[in-house]
């Protein structure tokens, strides 16, 4: 582990603990989806929380738009049925690149295994958002949704077989029992996007 860039990351959670809600939901948004926002990514997962008096799910539904549009990035919040909690758990998107992830051999085997309509990546969507907000238990969670995260398939599929991570290879934006090494890549370009965007909010203050 790079500590140096790490601590990059402990002091933006620092800078932005204490600021207004409508400020923390968006810088945790620029932070933690910039390897989508910046087009290297098919989707984030982001559970957005912080205090459980705070309505996050109503300040995300106002602001999502303004804040993601102009990016061409487009959001679904998989949550919004879910009642009594303070938290948002919101999937962000580049359709292009979430429709190439979904609709490549392997995925489409696992998709079609799991229920999802295939060819079809709104209906994927909708599909994805009624078995989460079903309230699923950690037992019945969909771990498909690796592939939404643009998560290799034959690691998806890995994975959903043998959830005590037997035989993995390397733990870090996903479990890994593939290609190890381009897996190591790949982190290292979504850890980059994201501390870029934690230096630019620490630095614009």
Not at 115 to 120: T, V
Not at 139 to 159: A, M, N, T, W
């Amino acid at each position: 582990m790079n500590y140096k860039k790490e601590n990059i990351i402990y002091k933006f959670m620092e800078h932005i603990k204490d600021s207004d809600i409508e400020n923390f939901v968006r810088n945790i948004l620029f932070c933690f989806a910039a390897p989508t926002i910046k087009g290297i990514k098919a989707a984030c997962l982001i559970n957005f929380r912080r205090h459980e008096d705070e309505d996050i799910k109503t300040i995300w539904k106002e602001n999502a738009n303004e804040w993601l549009s102009p990016l061409g990035v487009q959001w679904l919040l998989l949550n919004e049925n879910e009642h009594g909690s303070g938290n948002a758990l919101v999937l962000v998107y580049r359709r292009e690149l979430l429709a190439r992830a979904l609709g490549c051999d392997e995925a489409c085997k696992i998709l079609k295994s799991c229920g999802y309509p295939l060819n079809d990546p709104d209906g994927c969507l909708n599909c994805l958002r009624k078995k989460i907000s079903c309230g699923c238990t950690s037992s019945c969670f969909p771990h498909e949704i690796g592939l939404f995260l643009d998560y290799p398939p034959y690691d998806v599929k890995c994975f959903m077989e043998n959830r005590k991570c037997e035989n993995q290879l390397r733990n870090g934006y996903w479990n890994v029992y593939g290609n190890v090494g381009k897996a190591r890549r790949t982190f290292r370009k979504y850890r980059r996007a994201e501390l870029d965007a934690a230096r630019s909010i620490l630095t614009a203050g």
